[in-house]
Each structure stands twice: as structure tokens, then as C-alpha cells.
């Protein structure tokens, strides 16, 4: 049986097949298009390329999913809210329902993400978060912990620091505000400069900002470890994918931390950080693994 995962992202429409022993057979992406229209499209367009590529129809897909970001209705299969694809309502499952055999789960994309996170880890215990335009998490723990309205894990607008930049939820210094990338990205533009290369600033103003986004980035991954206790916290997404110097950073300040206090357990917490080799691939491939169930 073929499975079939597409992730739908900000920017790009991202699907892959796996096979029964859930390897990667084929693979595509396509740029995003926004509004219902446009997300149907894209959604069809990047599921037809990949059916060709192993030579199948798409009603010959054994199990289809769907991961999108914002908050979504598993039950119904729609979308409450998609603020970056400028979704407000959209019956996802229903749109696309006349052109697929198998029945469509739509999930959100963190939670398809740690899906696959525990898969490729071998491990049942797993929070993913991820550093992409927002900040979320999600977490495996046996089964994957979905919360009520399955909004477990959006922490992105927890407020880090009362005093800080202004967040487009109302509030100030969430934790996007300072490292999700809808921000990050304007302000390292603004000070002149490279989050790939943040370690190697010379100026006490890339110093500053290099050390508020490891402190910040060790907070996150403080909550979430005391939070949920999880044997592997994966961080992942594009801010963390365009520096290499972040992962190292973090696992460095957070044994320094355990230095100075045994609770929370920080050293420890630093060896259960990882990344995924294929991070890009896995939101599809956790929105296939969603399908079957
Ligand atoms: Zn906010």
C-alpha cells in the first residue's frame, strides 16, 4: 500500500509516497498558493506530480494526510484558522474529498512533525519544536498529546518579557516576537545582521543578539522538557536548519545552566537535544504516517 503526505507551508507544497516499510519513494514540492482556491490547487497539483513519479492514479493512494499550521479540526477535517495561507474556514477534507479512494486525515503540521520525529528516532517519547515563521510544539508520549480543541503545544505567544518588541497577538515579547523567524528575519535585517553566521559576530550588537537567542531557545527548551518530560526534544524548522551554530549553542548554555542548580535537570536535558537528518522531509512524512491511522 502506498501512503501519501503532503504538507502544506507558508511557502511551499511539500508531498512524499512511502511504501509499507514507510521508505521515501517519491517526493516533490511546489511554491504555496494562498486562499481556499489556491490551497486545493496546490494540494492536487503536488499529489498528482508524486503519483506520476511512482505511476499510480490518486485514488490508488492507500491512506492520505494532509499537515497544515493553525489550529485544526481532526474530526471534520477543516482548517479553524490558517493565518499564513490567509485561511480562516476551510473544509479541507470535504474540497478534496472527489478525487482520493482513501480517506483524508487533515492534522496540524507540528503534530504530523513529531509523528514522523518518533518514527525516524525509533522512540515513543519525543517533543518536536519548531523554529519556523511561528514557534510550536508537539509531543509524542506514547500517542501523540493533542489538548483540547488539539492545541496542545502552541506556546509561541507565552509571554517571554513584558517589556519586549510589540507581537502582532497584542501582546509583548512572546517568545515569536524574539525567535520565530516572521520577526527574527526583519530585525536581522534591521542591525545588519547574519543568523547564519550570528556565532561569528564581532560587534557587541551581534553579541547581544546572539546571546538573547540562545537564551531564549534554552527557555523553550526548558518548558517544554520540564513540561512534558520527554526522552528526545527535536528542534527543527528553517531558523534552526540556516544555523548550524544554534543546536551546539543551546546544549552549551544549558549545561552551564546545570552548573548553577539541579532542578531543572539541565545537563541532562541538553543530551536528550537533537535534530532530524531530513527535517524538511518530515512534516510529510508524519502527515503520511497520520493517514493510515
Ligand atoms: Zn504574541
Same mark, same amino acid.
Given at each position: 500500500?502506498?501512503?501519501?503526505?503532503?504538507? /502544506?507551508?507558508?511557502?511551499?507544497?511539500?508531498?512524499?509516497?512511502?511504501?509499507?516499510?514507510?521508505?521515501?519513494?517519491?517526493?516533490?514540492?511546489?511554491?504555496?498558493?494562498?486562499?481556499?482556491?489556491?490551497?486545493?490547487?496546490?494540494?492536487?497539483?503536488?499529489?498528482?506530480?508524486?503519483?506520476?513519479?511512482?505511476?499510480?492514479?490518486?485514488?490508488?493512494?492507500?491512506?492520505?494526510?494532509?499537515?497544515?499550521?493553525?489550529?485544526? %479540526?481532526?474530526?471534520?477535517?477543516?482548517?479553524?484558522?490558517?493565518?499564513?495561507?490567509?485561511?480562516?474556514?476551510?473544509?479541507?477534507?470535504?474540497?478534496?474529498?472527489?478525487?482520493?479512494?482513501?480517506? /483524508?486525515?487533515?492534522?496540524?503540521?507540528?503534530?504530523?512533525?513529531?509523528?514522523?520525529?518518533?518514527?525516524?528516532?525509533?522512540?515513543?517519547?519525543?517533543?518536536?519544536?519548531?523554529?519556523?515563521?511561528?514557534?510550536?510544539?508537539?509531543?509524542?508520549?506514547?500517542?501523540?498529546?493533542?489538548?483540547?480543541?488539539?492545541?496542545?503545544?502552541?506556546?509561541?505567544?507565552?509571554?517571554?518579557?513584558?517589556?519586549?518588541?510589540?507581537?502582532?497577538?497584542?501582546?509583548?515579547?512572546?517568545?515569536?516576537?524574539?525567535?520565530?523567524?516572521?520577526?527574527?528575519?526583519?530585525?536581522?535585517?534591521?542591525?545588519?545582521?547574519?543568523?547564519?553566521?550570528? %556565532?561569528?559576530?564581532?560587534?557587541?550588537?551581534?553579541?547581544?543578539?546572539?546571546?538573547?537567542?540562545?537564551?531564549?531557545?534554552?527557555?523553550?527548551?526548558?518548558?517544554?522538557?520540564?513540561?512534558?518530560?520527554?526522552?528526545?526534544?527535536?528542534?527543527?524548522?528553517?531558523?534552526?536548519?540556516?544555523?548550524?551554530?544554534?543546536?551546539?549553542?543551546?546544549?552549551?548554555?544549558? /549545561?552551564?545552566?546545570?552548573?548553577?542548580?539541579?532542578?531543572?535537570?539541565?545537563?541532562?536535558?541538553?543530551?536528550?537535544?537533537?535534530?532530524?537528518?531530513?527535517?524538511?522531509?518530515?512534516?510529510?512524512?508524519?502527515?503520511?504516517?497520520?493517514?493510515?491511522?
Amino acid at each position: 500500500m502506498l501512503s501519501l503526505g503532503i504538507d /502544506i507551508g507558508g511557502t511551499k507544497a511539500h508531498a512524499v509516497v512511502l511504501d509499507d516499510d514507510n521508505a521515501v519513494v517519491a517526493e516533490d514540492a511546489i511554491f504555496t498558493r494562498r486562499g481556499l482556491e489556491g490551497v486545493r490547487q496546490v494540494t492536487l497539483e503536488v499529489a498528482q506530480r508524486v503519483a506520476d513519479k511512482v505511476g499510480v492514479g490518486l485514488r490508488d493512494f492507500g491512506a492520505v494526510g494532509i499537515g497544515i499550521p493553525g489550529v485544526v %479540526d481532526r474530526d471534520k477535517g477543516e482548517i479553524a484558522s490558517a493565518v499564513n495561507l490567509r485561511i480562516e474556514r476551510m473544509p479541507l477534507r470535504e474540497l478534496l474529498a472527489d478525487q482520493f479512494s482513501a480517506p /483524508i486525515s487533515v492534522d496540524n503540521d507540528v503534530k504530523a512533525t513529531v509523528v514522523a520525529a518518533g518514527m525516524l528516532l525509533d522512540s515513543t517519547s519525543v517533543t518536536y519544536i519548531n523554529f519556523g515563521t511561528g514557534i510550536a510544539a508537539a509531543t509524542l508520549d506514547g500517542t501523540l498529546v493533542r489538548g483540547k480543541d488539539n492545541a496542545a503545544g502552541e506556546i509561541g505567544h507565552l509571554v517571554l518579557n513584558p517589556n519586549g518588541d510589540p507581537c502582532r497577538c497584542g501582546q509583548r515579547g512572546c517568545l515569536e516576537t524574539v525567535v520565530g523567524g516572521a520577526y527574527l528575519a526583519p530585525r536581522m535585517d534591521m542591525l545588519g545582521l547574519d543568523w547564519t553566521k550570528l %556565532d561569528a559576530a564581532d560587534t557587541p550588537t551581534g553579541w547581544a543578539a546572539y546571546d538573547q537567542a540562545v537564551r531564549c531557545i534554552s527557555q523553550i527548551v526548558g518548558i517544554v522538557a520540564v513540561a512534558y518530560a520527554p526522552e528526545r526534544i527535536v528542534l527543527g524548522g528553517g531558523v534552526i536548519g540556516a544555523a548550524p551554530w544554534v543546536i551546539p549553542a543551546v546544549k552549551s548554555f544549558l /549545561i552551564d545552566r546545570g552548573h548553577m542548580v539541579t532542578f531543572p535537570p539541565y545537563a541532562e536535558i541538553a543530551e536528550r537535544v537533537t535534530t532530524l537528518d531530513h527535517d524538511n522531509q518530515a512534516p510529510a512524512i508524519g502527515a503520511a504516517l497520520i493517514g493510515r491511522v
